[in-house]
């Protein structure tokens, strides 16, 4: 509504036209203050009419008096100002308030609310001073502040030379022009168009008001008596493409495409108010890309609001970010798993200090068994000494005594050695963990391995190449095999189970504890590979299965035209199928034993903890 009103009263002004040449004088003045005023963002309201063209000077100074008055604050409607209480400072939701104004809003705790949109902006420790200046609004009202200055320079020139900054009337100058005539290219007052005029041939002269008088048509530069009139269109002529009829014609523009100058002139105006609306949506899109941006900053960061309470007291309450939300989050984790190894910790150290109790008292009981032991055989060796030392007849009394005496400590040296043997005096105490904090006190870890797949895979050869080393004619398993294979500090227990259609409904029994499955695949079969998907597939669903490792063993591959391990993971859709699960495919040959190890390796480091596998 200002704005409507600021531009009412320029159009009333009736900025008065200046004589001389008009297109120096357009194009010195009103392009210049369209270009500031271009700068504001009102293109639309600083058309040129006809009949401006006069006093460029004044007529740009009263332009930039418009759009300085335009930049005023919308509380109290004063100009804003580079300096002092009018300095223009921005709100949180963009809207911008001079200094002063902001000082006389009420606080609300900490912060301030927008005049406009009720938004809340959180004030610093110094207050109002802390908030942002607009600095795009100053140096634009520093720019018109400039230009303002150089055209009233320009205002000054012209009054010099024409001693009045009105339009006299021609007949009369003490009279004020009105109206102009086409005809004669006159401006006259009211009065002296009527005396003038009253004769019957001038009365058809045809008179307009001054707001309505045309433009002054500037003349060719090099055909002086003609005006330009047309516009060249072809490249080589861009730098000056203006020509008047003798130009286009017989000049240097001869044979030249060509148009109209007004037709030309409109196309432009209408292109560059296509570019100002361009610009403005554009301008519009920053804004609100710049405020979601503040929005989501604000949000991230988290602060302090203003909230009302039930009896419409204001106080001032923190809302966390989305940054604080994700620390909090990732605090809470790490608690949970600091609690949950504090338990892994405390049940660990029971089964060692289980460990540690049961071997010492295995110890102090073997202790004193040889304490009891060197007592009777030091008893033994006294009464042999003894019994030496009687005579003869003594000596043969006492020989039954002495072979019973022989016989018990051979006894008890048999059990000694058989003890010792069998017995390693060590104080070490072997700890293996496993991937879910599990302790195991022992030299070996104990694994139960299932090795399933259809008949004829080479399940049988490799568990025996892994057994022995050795190489066994393949033969269709009936029933089962069990062999333990040991690997570094590993002892895997592998059932063997047959692949026959008919046994494996029984597959279901071995499933018990199993902590893994080895599924054996023949690479050379590839019409038995749906096959080998489908039971696959519905050891996948085995709930006694859901938390067992699973090693696919890509047999045979050594056989030319088998599948590799690339093209049965994705014939056999395993990354699908296996979704959730540990599992692993290995290429090998059990005959020659290649990848077998390297499957073993893999079983191996996600059963046990990374560090603490014995490489033997």
């Avoid at 509380?75 to 000082?103: A, I, N, W, Y």
């Avoid at 002529?237 to 001869?254: I, T």
């Amino acid at each position: 509504m200002k704005e409507q009103n600021h531009f009412s009263q320029v159009g009333d002004a009736g900025l008065p036209d200046s004589g001389g040449d008009g297109f120096d004088g357009r194009a010195d003045g009103v392009e210049q203050v369209g270009e500031l005023t271009g700068s504001v963002g009102l293109p639309a309201l600083l058309q040129h009419k006809p009949g401006e063209g006069q006093h460029i000077g004044v007529e740009g100074s009263l332009l930039g008096h418009f759009c300085c008055q335009v930049l005023e604050c919308g509380v109290c409607e004063d100009v804003f100002s580079l300096q002092g209480d009018k300095v223009p400072r921005l709100l949180l939701c963009g809207h911008t308030v001079c200094h002063d104004c902001l000082t006389r809003l009420p606080l609300h705790g900490r912060a301030v609310r927008c005049p406009f949109d009720r938004q809340v902006t959180e004030l610093g420790d110094s207050g109002v001073w802390g908030l942002k200046k607009n600095f795009a609004l100053l140096e634009l009202l520093e720019r018109l502040q400039n230009g303002a200055t150089n055209q009233s320079g320009m205002a000054e020139d012209a009054l010099k030379g024409m001693g009045e900054c009105i339009i006299r009337c021609d007949e009369d100058e003490s009279h004020t022009a009105t109206m102009y005539c086409t005809v004669c290219a006159t401006h006259l007052c009211a009065e002296c168009s009527q005396l003038s005029h009253s004769t019957r041939t001038l009365a058809k002269h045809r008179r307009v008001p001054l707001a309505d008088k045309p433009h002054e048509k500037t003349l060719c530069p090099q055909h002086q008596v003609h005006a330009i009139e047309f516009v060249c269109l072809e490249e080589a002529c861009q730098p000056g493409p203006l020509m008047c009829c003798v130009c286009k014609e017989y000049g240097k523009h001869q044979g030249h495409k060509h148009a109209v100058l007004e037709t030309e002139a409109n196309q432009i105006r209408a292109s560059i108010l296509d570019m100002a609306h361009c610009i403005r949506t554009f301008t519009e899109e920053v804004s609100e890309y710049s405020r979601k941006l503040v929005g989501i900053v604000q949000q991230i960061e988290g602060g302090e609001q203003i909230v009302e309470d039930g009896v419409g007291m204001a106080h001032t309450e923190h809302v966390p970010g989305t940054a604080e939300s994700a620390r909090s989050c990732v605090r809470a984790y790490f608690a949970d798993l600091h609690e949950t190894l504090c338990r892994q910790e405390e049940m660990a150290l029971s089964v060692v200090d289980a460990h540690v109790r049961e071997r010492l008292i295995w110890l102090r009981q073997q202790q004193e068994d040889m304490t009891i032991l060197l007592s009777q055989v030091s008893t033994a060796c006294l009464h042999c000494e003894k019994t030496l030392q009687q005579d003869d007849c003594r000596v043969v009394l006492a020989k039954r005594e002495i072979n019973c005496l022989l016989e018990t400590l051979q006894k008890q040296q048999h059990q000694f050695t058989e003890l010792a043997d069998h017995i390693q005096l060590d104080a070490g105490i072997p700890v293996t963990f496993t991937k879910d904090n599990r302790v195991h006190i022992g030299p070996k870890m104990e694994i139960r391995v299932v090795t399933l797949g259809l008949d004829c895979a080479g399940k049988t050869t490799i568990l025996f190449k892994l057994k022995q080393d050795e190489f066994m004619q393949p033969i269709p398993t009936i029933g089962f095999n069990v062999e333990t294979v040991e690997y570094k500090n590993l002892k895997f227990t592998i059932w063997d189970v047959g692949g026959k259609h008919k046994l494996r409904p029984l597959w279901k029994h071995y499933y018990l504890n199993t902590q893994a499955v080895v599924f054996v695949i023949d690479s050379c079969h590839r019409d038995r590979l749906m096959e080998a998907h489908s039971e696959l597939a519905k050891l996948l669903t085995e709930k006694e299965l859901r938390d067992a490792l699973l090693l696919i063993f890509a047999n045979k591959q050594d056989v030319p035209g088998a599948l590799s391990v690339e093209e049965m993971t994705e014939l056999l859709s395993l990354h699908k199928l296996c979704c959730g699960r540990s599992w692993h495919i290995q290429g090998c040959d059990a005959r020659s034993g290649m990848g077998l190890h390297e499957g073993l390796d893999w079983l191996s480091r996600q059963l046990v903890a990374a560090g603490v596998l014995d490489v033997a």
